[in-house]
T-cell receptor, first 115, second 112 residues
């Protein structure tokens, strides 16, 4: 299958700081990328859909000013958690969708801990 | 009622057993069906992708789709301890911008 990377894999930050997470499709171009959040023992919660060159579409209840998404190229999307609070601590996962069959491949995830 | 229903388990089987994982759905518009495997603290890994009723086989895995009953299954033959993970079904349809609708996930434990 296609490969999606995420960086960093783990980050610890202080409350009030901003954290940027990168998602890259390594061997294919992805016009659409998705950002998810996952709580322990729960399924994935879609946060936003990111299309290359346009504004992200956020799911209901997700603060767009807090979770900034940029999809600058066909292989890179970034999620910035601004003014992080302890309740933002979670496992963040991105996925990238192939053209054609439209399969989605997931990154390995980023564990964010806000102190 | 959730669009996609999946029994969260946990499901525990002995090594070598045949495992059957299932999801039901309510939206007849769903056209594309996927099964993902997720190990603890890792991203989901795509196992199977199907878009028509019937069976699709890949190694020890068989995905089955019954659109008339709105029911999909994943069978794992000769299960191994390394298959112990959470299995997520997901589905979508054309015009849904690729958004996947996930089941809750079933936790599987294969005991040696």
């Amino acid at each position: 299958g296609a490969v999606v990377s995420q960086h960093p894999s783990r980050v610890i930050c202080k409350s009030g700081t901003s954290v940027k997470i990168e998602c890259r499709s390594l061997d294919f171009q992805a016009t659409t990328m998705f950002w998810y959040r996952q709580f322990p023992k729960k399924s994935l919660m879609l946060m936003a859909t990111s299309n290359e060159g346009s504004k992200a579409t956020y799911e209901q209840g997700v603060e767009k000013d807090k979770f900034l998404i940029n999809h600058a190229s066909l292989t890179l999307s970034t999620l910035t958690v601004t003014s992080a609070h302890p309740e933002d601590s979670s496992f963040y996962i991105c996925s990238a969708r192939t053209s054609g069959r439209g399969e989605q491949f997931f990154g390995p995830g980023t564990r964010l801990t806000v102190l | 009622q959730k669009e996609v229903e999946q029994d969260p388990g946990p499901l525990s089987v002995p090594e070598g057993a045949i495992v059957s994982l299932n999801c039901t759905y309510s939206n007849s518009a769903f056209q594309y069906f996927m099964w993902y495997r997720q190990y603890s603290r890792k991203g989901p890994e795509l196992l199977m992708y199907t878009y028509s009723s019937g069976n699709k086989e890949d190694g020890r895995f068989t995905a089955q789709v019954d659109k008339s009953s709105k029911y999909i299954s994943l069978f794992i033959r000769d299960s191994q301890p390394s298959d112990s993970a959470t299995y997520l079904c997901a589905m979508t349809y054309s015009g849904n911008t690729g958004k996947l609708i996930f089941g809750q996930g079933t936790t599987l434990q294969v005991k040696p």
